[in-house]
């Protein structure tokens, strides 16, 4: 069974601290990661989207690539320019990372994301963001759910 509780973490953020014990571990998440109290971990509240109008770079790319800049930037925490290289195929030197910067942004992701997800799975990220607010993040779900690393 698990059992939400809501904490503060030592930095002040509010979490929700999950144990598969049928007690709840008071010191999840503040120690961190594993504890000898079963899988417990400090899931910390995910950054709002921050959405952009401009939509030109968007439009410009599939829904494929699209994919592939998302997870670049959430799970990789890649920068603007390297997306613009490693996913997109431009001269980033060119392309300045403008072309994943209005991607990412006119989806409402910002620097507070980047690399939010790293060491998790496409999955658990997906089940996170539905149980976070599935309603704001059903457009960012959408592409990691077609992403082929699933």
Known sequence: TRLPRRLLSGKGEIGVCLS????INPLCGILGGQTNHGDSRLLKKAPKLKKSPRSREFNAYSDHQRAEVIVAYLFKGRQHR????E????????????QAMGILHYLGLVNS???YFQNLTLDKAI???QAEDENAFSEIIAYLRQHPGR
């Open 20 to 23: 598969v014990k049928s007690t």
């Open 82 to 85: 390297q997306i613009d290289g």
């Open 87 to 98: 996913v997109l195929g431009l001269d980033p030197d060119v392309s300045r990372g403008w």
């Open 113 to 115: 994301h980047k690399g």
């Open 127 to 129: 089940s996170e963001l």
